[in-house]
């Protein structure tokens, strides 16, 4: 949930952390939820929706959250995919088949950090879970990443020797928007990526997508959408 939501009207992102927004008939500079690139839905001119600060010390007073593209509204805010899978798993809406405990937030593993671990009783092991929120769209298919993540490619290497250890590996695409069909790799971003994730199926690392509800001043999981990797480079990557 969100408070304090007003609209505004995107101008142009200064910086990874910074953007100018026309809101209340002014220009502001605000801040940006995402470290992604967005490309193509922070384009100028579209209708935007920002939570205003109670913070009387904070540098901007907006945060942009959400950016409407061709009439659906999709939600930037990077933080709160690993809190949506975080709460959907405590609250057992997902994964009840596991009977999850000992849910956890920031695991360390290797040279990596999980976005959450648990045990599962029905396996008796620990499970790794790293979580991916998604908001490229492109004739309703959900795509990742829409830049190239030498971070995310680490993951899902290490989630993949996880597996190989014994440990149960799951990696989670959480799309912030709702009308989409389907999830897949954006192949042309990010090959690398790409390989590994393609790699980490046949490992038998367990894939998952999710879409979302969007409302002005929330978001809300919904339901499991399917994935569909195209397997172009697997066959010759080797970790």
């Known amino acids: 949930m969100y408070s304090n939501i007003c609209k505004g009207i995107f101008i142009k992102r200064l910086n990874r952390f910074i953007a100018l927004v026309y809101v209340n008939e002014s220009l502001e500079l605000v801040h940006v939820k995402t470290t992604g690139r967005c490309k193509e839905i922070l384009q100028p001119g579209v209708l935007c929706y920002l939570e205003k600060s109670n913070n009387p010390n904070r540098k901007t007073k907006y945060s942009l959250i959400s950016v409407e593209k061709n009439h659906v509204l999709i939600n930037i805010d990077s933080q709160v995919p690993n809190q949506i899978i975080y709460d959907a798993i405590t609250k057992n809406y997902i994964f009840q088949h596991l009977q999850t405990k000992n849910i956890k937030r920031e695991v360390p593993y290797g040279s990596s950090r999980f976005d959450i671990s648990f045990y599962s009783q029905t396996e008796d092991k620990n499970y790794f879970l790293e979580v991916k929120g998604v ?105």
């Open 135 to 239: 908001t490229l769209e492109e004739n309703r298919v959900a795509k990742f990443p829409d830049a190239p993540t030498t971070r995310g490619t680490k993951h899902v290497k290490e989630l993949i020797q996880a597996k190989r250890s014994g440990f149960g590996s799951i990696i989670l695409f959480l799309v912030q928007l709702e009308e989409v069909d389907y999830f897949t790799l954006n192949y042309s971003s990010d090959q690398e990526f790409s390989k590994a994730l393609e790699l980490a199926e046949k490992e038998n690392v367990s894939i998952f997508a999710y879409n979302t509800k969007i409302q002005s001043d929330n978001i809300e999981l919904f339901k499991e959408i399917p994935v569909i990797l195209n397997e172009k480079y697997s066959d010759n990557f080797r970790i």
